[in-house]
């Protein structure tokens, strides 16, 4: 089994910063494609932003020029550093990771739990 620990979520400011931290624990061996996810109620989940193990990097048109995801292989952690944040930012963000694990000879989708994210003057 795989657990995603998020934090760094919050209220912020309109034009405000904010970090977003994901650890992935348990029995890995290896994890694929790790990004972000963010959700408003009466709308679909959509991509935030995605990180492959190679470091490919794709956004959604929204968050590009202003969020910026990367990653640390080593501590299998993800983060997204958010800026110039808009109220329409607001959202529940989830943390996604496609993660091989040991005994196992597929990958597996796994999710945190969800880190609330307020922007509000």
């Known amino acids: 089994q795989v657990q995603l620990v998020e934090s760094g979520g919050g209220l912020v400011q309109p034009g405000g910063s904010l970090r977003l931290s994901c650890a992935a624990s348990?029995?890995?061996?290896?994890?694929?494609?790790m990004g972000w996810y963010r959700q408003v109620p009466g709308k679909q989940r959509e991509l935030v932003a995605v990180?492959?193990?190679?470091?490919?990097?794709n956004y959604v048109d929204s968050a590009k020029g202003r969020f910026t995801i990367s990653r640390d292989n080593a501590k299998n952690t993800v983060y997204l550093q958010m800026n110039s944040l808009k109220p329409e930012d607001t959202a529940d963000y989830y943390c996604?990771?496609?993660?091989?694990?040991?005994?196992?000879?597929?990958?597996?989708?796994?999710w945190g739990q969800g880190t609330q994210v307020t922007v509000s003057s």
């Open positions: 990180c492959t193990s190679s470091g490919s990097i």
């Open positions: 348990g029995s890995i061996i290896n994890i694929n494609n």
């Open positions: 996604y990771a496609h993660v091989l694990e040991k005994f196992y000879l597929v990958y597996r989708d796994y």
